[in-house]
């Protein structure tokens, strides 16, 4: 039996991919239109293929629209897979194969700052930067499910040690790999931006300062073994949200010209040579 949450989502999956079909065809070369004389088989191929046969037209917006027809499915498969964190299934992944009563979370969550974070992220990319705009929509689709996923788990129990169990037997075969890979992309893509945007001498001293700020930190946590897991997380997104604001600032800003001291040096080197003569 198909769960209410596997046809809300996979609906939206399902509506996501004809509007996707729709708009590569719309968005197509109209030339060569040979289907009545309305679309062109081409661009029948090239939706159909995803790319692969054929053009898809404006490919923003189609990528932006296959994407979301798969987290769509994605989230709709999981769903009727987990019966929708139905009691007797829910009791079944626990230790006693019981499930104690439910009740809400009593923690805050940080899922909907960073969710916010993320639509600024698409506002931004849209008035500067293709890139900024793609990364935005992905952090966000990221940001959702992890709230979703938590929110779930939050309220499967009235254990929250449990629930906690419970979210990261699920989670941490994909959060660990996935952060560890997202985390490197942002120092190096967000890094090499606001290295690129400064002088040769000020990049040399952002990055070992940078680096500087790294190892202490790293230190401090070492010292401390029992810290607690909330402060590291603070602290590695806090890392993680400046990181990306300062490659947004250093993408709208653009590359420092490194060439342009040497090219008034080699101007004034040939008029004097010119002097000379």
Request: glycine letters at 12%; proline letters at 4%.
């Amino acid at each position: 039996m198909l769960t209410p949450g596997f046809k809300l989502f996979f609906g939206f999956g399902a509506l996501a991919a004809v509007g996707a079909v729709i708009y590569g065809i719309a968005t197509g070369d109209p030339a060569g239109a040979d289907y009545l004389g309305v679309v062109d088989r081409d661009a029948w191929k090239g939706v159909i293929s995803l790319g692969w046969q054929g053009g898809v037209g404006e490919h923003t917006g189609f990528v932006v629209l296959v994407f979301a027809a798969l987290v769509g499915g994605g989230l709709g498969c999981m769903l009727v897979a987990f019966r929708d964190a139905d009691a007797e299934s829910v009791g079944e992944l626990a230790p006693t194969g019981e499930t104690p009563p439910s009740e809400a979370p009593a923690h805050p969550s940080y899922w909907p700052a960073l969710l916010a974070f993320a639509a600024a992220v698409v506002v931004i990319g849209l008035v500067t930067h293709a890139a900024i705009f793609v990364i935005g929509l992905i952090l966000a689709g990221v940001v959702a499910f992890e709230w979703m996923v938590t929110a779930w788990a939050d309220r499967a129990t009235g254990d929250a040690a449990a629930n906690r169990a419970l979210r990261n037997r699920l989670m941490y075969p994909i959060e660990i790999p996935v952060l560890g890979a997202a985390g490197v992309a942002i120092l190096v893509v967000g890094g090499s931006r606001v290295l690129l945007a400064v002088s040769e001498f000020s990049a040399v001293w952002i990055a070992a300062g940078v680096s500087a700020v790294i190892l202490l930190v790293a230190m401090l946590f070492a010292a401390r073994p029992h810290i607690a897991r909330s402060v590291i997380t603070t602290v590695l997104a806090f890392a993680a949200v400046a990181i990306v604001a300062a490659g947004i600032v250093a993408t709208a800003a653009g590359s420092y010209d490194h060439g342009h001291a040497g090219d008034h040096g080699t101007d004034d080197a040939t008029e004097v040579h010119e002097g000379e003569e």
